[in-house]
């Protein structure tokens, strides 16, 4: 198995695919091609139809998109989604919402782990998307939390590919220093503090490439 991933500080969906597959157990092979050089479509081309990334390639399998990349991983490894089938449509809706919508907050506030943009990137329809968003996390904390399930402080308690399609707002979240409150503050601190978002965070912070339209505010 092979991931195909874009920079690690300016991909989103490159981290919501690594972290679906880290999360699955399943050992694959990390390919990580700049994004925005001479030559790098070429190179995503030659691994995924669609020009862009994440890709994973499986047994000659291309599956080019992160969500489908969730669904498909969660195949094989069932964990990924909760395991009551109720709880598991809401799961599967609030990721979809992330992966469809909040086309203003990905305009303004990109991903950019290496910034600090504290302040920066807010509009009222921006405002709205962070809003809805807390609104997301907190219920979700609410209903399935560590009360109703201590397995765990994600959004249904065990990490599922539900926090994997949030993470970017997480790090967006740090960035420009946008801090929830309540339960929605408390899952940000603990998304955060994941080992594997961590270890994603470092390697970000490695990185040596720019791109000069996803730093936004210098």
């Known amino acids: 198995m092979k991931l195909i991933i874009g920079n690690k500080n300016y991909s989103s969906w490159s981290l919501r695919a690594w972290l679906a597959a880290r999360a699955s157990g399943r050992q694959f092979e990390e390919i990580r091609i700049a994004l925005f050089i001479p030559g790098s479509r070429e190179r995503i081309l030659s691994h995924s139809p669609s020009g862009k990334v994440p890709c994973l390639i499986d047994h000659g399998l291309a599956i080019w998109d992160s969500l489908a990349i969730c669904e498909y991983l969660a195949e094989k490894a069932p964990g990924l989604w909760p ?9 599967r809706s609030v990721s979809a919402e992330m992966h469809s919508g909040f086309t203003d907050l990905r305009q303004h506030m990109t991903m950019n782990i290496r910034k600090d943009y504290t302040g920066q990137g807010r509009n009222a329809a921006v405002d709205a998307n962070i809003a809805r968003i807390e609104a997301i996390w907190n219920d979700c904390r ?3 939390g560590t009360q109703a399930n201590p397995a765990g402080p994600y959004l ?3 990490f599922s590919a539900a926090d994997a399609m949030y993470a970017p707002v997480c790090f967006r979240f740090k960035t420009y220093g946008v801090r929830p409150a309540a339960a929605a503050g408390e899952y940000l601190d603990a998304m955060l503090a994941h080992p594997l978002m961590q270890e994603w965070e470092t390697a970000a912070k490695a990185e040596s490439e720019s791109i000069p339209s996803e730093d936004l505010y210098g």
């Open 156 to 158: 249904f308690g065990a």
């Open 83 to 91: 395991a009551d089938t109720a709880t598991r449509a809401i799961a």
């Open 142 to 144: 609410e209903r399935f």
